[in-house]
C-alpha cells in the first residue's frame, strides 16, 4: 500500500508549495493530517516564506477523507495513528488563520475533505472541468473538517443545503459562478496563477479571506431558519431510517444560532458519531463493493487487454432492446438495431429517440449530444450490415427456440471475433447456444431496465467462455459506465435468482390473510422504492407468470405458487399497463388501492390450502397480530436464504459483487450495505431459527439452505461464503 508523502518546495519568489502525495486520489488520513501540520507550522515560522500554495500530486487535489481509516474506526475504534491536533485546529488555526495566506491550486477533483481542505485555504484557484462538491452523505456521514459551516458562508444557505443532501458536485465553471472558487485558469498556468494570487494576498492586492468569519451570504437569521426548517421537512419526506441527513441540519442551524466555530466543534463530534453507525458501515461497503466488482480474480489479472468495441448490434426493439442500443449511442458506439419488420422497427426507432430526448431535456446530456447519438443508431430487418460488428446482444422475449435460432443465424452472419451477447435474464446460456459452435464467443450481457439508466450489468459466463471475452464485456461496461458484477451461467443468475423468493414471500403472506397493501407500505417503510406488489404490476403478469414456471422449473423444492396472479391474468388483469392489476390506475401512473382484489383474494387463499378450514379462525386471529417486523422478515429472510446458496455455489465471486447487485439491481437500501451485509448485521443464527420455524409452519419455501445453517451453527458470517474455500470461478 502506498505511503502517504507531503513535500515542499520553496521558490526564489517566497511561495513555498506543498504537494500532498498519496496515490490514488490523495485521500486525508491521519497521517497526511498530521504531515500537513508538521508542514504548515513549519512554513508559518519561516521568515522566508511570504505565502503558501497547496496541491496534489498526479493532477489530482483531494479525494476527501480516508475511507479505509474509517473503517478502522469501525472496527478497531481508531485508525491506527493518533492525530497531533485535531482537526478542527488544522483548518482553523493552522491553514486559514494562520500567518500566511494560503492558496488551494486544484487539478482533477476536490471532494468531500479535500474541498473541505480547499475552503480552508484563503483562496481557491482551479483548472477547467475539475470537480467540487461536499459527497460525504454517500457515505452516511456528514463533513467533519468545517465543511456545514464553510459552504453556506460561501455559495449561499440554499445552495449549499441543496449541494449537501444530493451530494451534488459543481464543474469549475459552476464554482466559480456561484463563488465558491476564486479563478479558473488553463492547466499550464494554474501553478504560476495560485503563486501569483498567494503573493498579492500577502501585499495586500487582494483581500485575505478567512471564509468560516463570512456571513454576508447567510442573510438576516429569522430567513436562515426558515431556510433551514423548510429543508428539514422536505428531509423527513425523503430520508427514511437514516439520521445523518437531519443530523447535517442540526449542525448546520448550530453554526447559525451559536456562530461558526460552535458548528465546527458539533460537526466534529456528530461526524465521529456517525462514522459508526450501521449506515455508515453499509454505505461504505457499498462504496468498496462497487469498485473492486471489476477486478475480478483469475480474470482480470491475466494481462488480458480489453478489445475496442468500434460497432455494435440490437436484435430486438422493446422495451430493453431499445434501451441498450440508447446505452450504446450515448457511450459514441455505432449501433445496429434489427426487428422483423418495419411496425415493430419504428417503434424501436422511436422509444431510442425518447429515451435521448428524455435525456436532454433534464439536463443530463445536451441537445446537440442527444442529436448525435440518434445519428450513431441504424434500424435493419436483416443481418446483412452484421459482417463486421464487434458485438451483438440479443434482447428479444424470454423464449427459448426464438432465442436459439437467433444465436444460429448470428454465427452465421457475424464475424468471427465478434462477441455473442444475450440480454436473458433468467435462461441458462448453455441452453440458448446449443445450436453454435462459438461457446467461448457466448456470454450473457444483463442489463436491468431501463437499460440506459440503470448501472448493473451482469456478466454471464459458461464453463466455455473465453477469458477474452469477459475481458472485452467489462471493458465495454466500463464505455457504458456500468458496475459489472461476473456470475456464473445457471437459471436466474446472480440478482433474479437471489430475489425470486421475495415476490413469492409477499403472495405466501396474502394467501396467509395479510393485507397486501399493508405489506407493500411495510416494505417500502424498510426502504425499498416499492412493495412486491406494486412492483409486480409494474413488471407486468405475463413476465410474472412465465418467470415463475422458469423457477418452478429450476428449483421446484422450495418455490410457492400462489394462485393470485394467475387469477387475476385469467380476467385480464395485467398489470400496469392494462391499467390494473394488484392496484387500478385511472389513466396515469398512480397506483390506487383496488375494492376488487379481495374476491381474487378469497380464491386464491382457498386455493393455497394454507388455512385449515378447521383451525380457520384460530389462524386468523394469528395472523391479525403479525407485525411489520415478521413481514420484513418474512420477505426478506427467503432472500437472504437463497443468497447463501448462491454464495456457496459460487455463482458470484464474492458476497461484496452480490451486494452491490441487490442495491443497483433491485434497489435494496445502500445503507443496509446490501442482501448478504444486511444477513450478516442480522445473524445468521436468528435467521436460520425464524426460518425453521416458518418451515414447521408454512412448508419448505421456508426451509434453511446448508449453507445458511453452517454459518449459524457455527458462527461464521454470511460473507466467508462458500466455506470450502475452493476458487469462486
Partial sequence: MARAKVTVDKGADGVAVITVDYPPVNAISTEVQNALFRTFTQLHSDQGVKAIVLKGANGKFCGGGDIRGFQKIQEK?????????????????VIEGGSKPVVAAIQGFALGGGLELAMACNARITAPDVQLGLVELQLGIIPGLGGTQRLPRLVGLQRAIDMLLASKTLDSKEALKVGLVDDVVAHSDLLAAARKWALDIHEGYRPWHRSLQSIDKIGSLPKALDVLE???????????????PSVLLDVIKEGLVNGA????????????DLIRTPEAKGLM?????????????????RGLIPHPIRKAAVVGGALMGSGIATALALSKIPVILKEVDSKQLDAGIRKIHANLKNRASSGKITEEEARRSIALVKGVLDYEDFYNVDIVIEAVTENIPLKQKIFYELEQAC????????????????????????????????FFSPAHVMRLLEIVRTNKTSLQTIVDLLGLSKSLK?????????????????????????????????DPYRID????????PMGPFRMADLGGFQTGILVGKIWLQAYPDRVYASQLMNLMYNDK?????????????????????APELKQYLDRSRKLSGLSPPDKLRIFSLQIADITDQEITEMIFFPVINEACRVLEEKVVISSSDLDIASVLGMAFPAYRGGIAFWGDHIGAGYIFSKLLNWTNMYGNFFKPSEALEKCATQKIPLAQLPLQGASRL
Fill in 77 to 93: 475504534g481508531f485508525d491506527g495513528e493518533e492525530l497531533v491536533v485535531s482537526g478542527f485546529t488544522l483548518m482553523n488555526d
Fill in 261 to 272: 466555530v460552535a458548528g465546527v466543534i458539533l460537526e466534529g463530534k456528530a461526524c465521529q
Fill in 285 to 301: 461497503h457499498v462504496f468498496f463493493a462497487q469498485r473492486s466488482s471489476s477486478r475480478v480474480p483469475g480474470i482480470t489479472d
Fill in 230 to 244: 423548510n429543508a428539514r421537512a422536505k428531509v423527513k419526506k425523503t430520508y427514511t431510517n437514516v439520521s445523518y
Fill in 573 to 593: 388483469r395485467l398489470g400496469e399497463s392494462s391499467g390494473k392489476g394488484y392496484y387500478n390506475y385511472h389513466g396515469s401512473r398512480k397506483e390506487h388501492p
Fill in 521 to 528: 407500505a411495510v416494505i417500502k417503510s424498510f426502504g425499498m
Fill in 415 to 446: 464475424p468471427s471475433h465478434c462477441i455473442l451477447a444475450t440480454n436473458t435474464s433468467s435462461i441458462d446460456l448453455e441452453v440458448i447456444g446449443a445450436n453454435i459452435k462459438s461457446q467461448d464467443r457466448l456470454i450473457g450481457a444483463h
Fill in 482 to 514: 456500468k458496475v459489472p458484477v461476473v456470475v456464473k451461467s445457471s437459471p436466474g443468475f446472480a440478482v433474479n435468482r437471489v430475489f425470486f423468493p421475495y415476490g413469492m414471500g409477499a403472495h405466501l403472506l396474502a394467501d396467509l390473510g395479510v
